[in-house]
């Protein structure tokens, strides 16, 4: 990721504000570095964004998430943590909405940028499968009956408002598209 910033022009300390969608392992890993046993935070001048409802979650023993431990857990004590309670707006244009399911603080990110509106999907959902079978839920998914519902709702509001969608698991070159209704289904296509 580093090096993809730095091929836009971006600098770690040109990062002022982090979202994490949730706290899974493989959307947490730049949150901090190592220094030996001292962890420090890879973007020095970032505050970090974590939904409250995954940060009470994962900071509980039987929730066991050595992700979180290494990468989310120390941003409290270097003061970068900030916890969202719902829909949050973190700078003019960009907003946090809560898509609980998939962990129990999941949220979308909403971008407004002139008359369009992007979404940041976090893992609401994993495949163009579940674009169309919008209830089939991975084993990853911490609350199915929620994580349906929330994906039924956002997809419904990024097919009916013609959203450009982000989302994090498909592969690159198709993982940026839109929700389209043919035939009476919702597909994916990409962009
Ligand atoms: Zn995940």
Redesign the pocket.
Known sequence: MIDNIAAIGVQPEDIDIVVTT?C?G??IGWNVTYDGDTPIKTFPNSTHWIAERDWEHYSKPENDNPAFDRSVKPLEQLGALKLIGGVEQLSPGISTLPTNG??PG?QCVLIKSGDQTGVIT??LFHSVAQVTEQSWCPT?DWNTRMSTQSRKNLLMLASTQEWVVFS?HLATGRSIGHVVSEGGKSVWKPL
Do not use: E, I, S, V
């Open positions: 949730h899974h493989d959307h998939h962990t999941q976090g893992d990853f994090g």
